[in-house]
């Protein structure tokens, strides 16, 4: 049965900009597929779009199809937010790591497999506060069905960190990197360890 709803056509164009604004702020999200394009190939990038496309779409999905009928405590909620402050707090670990170790060390390191950026994205998307937030304000806004959400989150997320994975996976990123990686790395895993610390308190 085809589920119908006053808010299907009028409301999706909104959600679908609202959402791609969001996907563009520098976050957890794209600190993923920034450091899979920089530090591995062009497939690992995609690989971590994939991952954060179909993480964001579950959680947005799962939001809709359970507004209102799960609610969450504060202590719970609390919960959540340290679980996933903790999460990024450990990203943000391992970048600085990187940064501080000799380049020889690094270089004889086992760099994290496609197949593991993807779970890595996954996670980093499906705990997201900042989008699970977002999903929960336009369902109780009764804006979009869960269907409807859950494919425009797909399309948008995938499409822009795919863009982002192909360019910072490209030659002139990559020698950028390796010349400043250092750099970069404290860059990336001080960012990370804020972000984290932010979600926790």
């Not at 164009?13 to 062009?42: D, E, H, I, K, W």
């Not at 069905?145 to 997320?157: E, G, M």
Request: glycine share 8%; proline share 4%; charged share 10%.
């Amino acid at each position: 049965m085809i589920e119908t709803s006053p808010f299907a056509a009028t409301d999706l164009l909104p959600f679908a900009l609202s959402y791609a604004l969001l996907a563009m702020l520098p976050g957890p999200n794209f600190a993923v597929v920034a450091q899979a394009g920089l530090t591995s190939c062009r497939n690992t990038a995609l690989a971590a779009a994939i991952g954060i496309a179909l993480g964001a779409s579950l959680l947005s999905g799962v939001i809709a199809g359970s507004a209102g009928a799960l609610p969450l405590s504060p202590a719970g909620a609390h919960l959540a937010a340290v679980l996933y402050g903790v999460f990024l707090l450990w990203l943000g670990a391992r970048a600085i790591d990187r940064a501080i170790r000799p380049s020889a060390l690094l270089a004889r390191e086992t760099r994290i497999p496609a197949t593991g950026y993807f779970r890595l994205a996954f996670m980093t998307a499906m705990a997201n506060p900042a989008s699970a937030l977002f999903f929960t304000s336009s369902a109780l806004a009764a804006k979009t069905s869960a269907q409807s959400s859950s494919l425009i989150v797909f399309l948008v997320a995938a499409i822009w960190f795919g863009l982002v994975g192909l360019a910072l996976s490209a030659s002139a990123c990559r020698a950028f990197y390796v010349r400043y990686r250092r750099h970069a790395d404290v860059a990336l895993g001080t960012a990370l360890a804020a972000m984290g610390m932010a979600a926790m308190f």
